[in-house]
């Protein structure tokens, strides 16, 4: 049995989406969770080595969060005026004729300086909804928390320029993207809306990148696995307790109610078991029980390969 998760979790771009979309609009059946996985952030799971430290991420490398934007939109049959990069001067006038809300982001989650763990926080990407704009502020609702938060302006347009926030090589620019003036082009009924959703899904947990920077699906639980018996798991801690492990706990539970609205049973059952894993690997990470991540890991891999062959028709 599975039960519906509802409380906090790092859905900043899907949370972002949702309000501005909500204030145009949508209707109401269209959830937090339902966005999430019809941008197809809930398949599959990447491990990135490109010299650095190891970073794993509960979604495909073939998208982010910018793109899954996008997607979501086009699913869902609406549009929005989308704008993106310039100078700081062009975008910092751009936003004072913005109609709001208005999603801003990616953001550096490091500038926005009303989060009282900022100085943690620097390079990590954020997406916020753009309220109000005076001379001196905005006053935005960010999601991680904050609603009807409060920046000076310059201090945004530092964070709005999304320095330090990289979604790889092939990636859109991503300084100053801001989308604004939601709407619906294309009637499109809640049937054909799951099956856009499902279509894009199965599309995503069929592709594979097997190194040597990528490392996606059963390879990418495997590949972390391996990482952490060479010892990287006290540096790869905080970032797994903190983000990677319960985002996937979530992305997956909502994948599997959404597979449940698909019709797609058994694919939702296995994806139960994803978020079951994802959510019962937090405490032996917390506590540095290595062995049992270890395993748990090899265990998701194996729930990984069962969910792509009961996706692949």
Known sequence: MMTSYTGNGAYCFTN?????????GLEARYTTGVLE????????????RDGGLPMFFPSSPFTEPDRAVSDTLAVLGWTCDEARGGTEAEAAERLRSLPLPAQLGPCNMGRLTYNPNYEFLNDADHYITLLAVTADHVTVHDPGGYPYATLPHAQLMQAWSAEGVCYGPNARPLAYVSRSNFRAVEP???????????????????????GPIAFSGPTAFRALADE??????????????????PLGARRSN?????????????????????????GAMVYPTVHQDWTAVIHLLHELAKIETALVEALAN
């Open 228 to 245: 952490i018996q060479a010892g990287q798991g006290p540096a790869m801690r905080g970032h797994l307790v903190w983000f990677a492990l």
């Open 16 to 24: 972002s989406l949702h309000m501005c979309l909500q204030q145009a």
């Open 37 to 48: 996985c019809l941008g197809g952030m809930t398949v599959s799971a990447v491990l990135y």
């Open 188 to 210: 499109v009924t809640w049937e054909e809306v799951l099956r856009r959703g499902l279509a894009r899904m199965r599309e995503l947990v069929r592709c594979e990148s097997n």
């Open 254 to 278: 909502d994948a599997a109610a959404f597979l449940r609205l698909c019709g797609e049973d058994a694919a939702a059952e296995v994806m139960a078991q994803k978020s079951r894993h994802y």
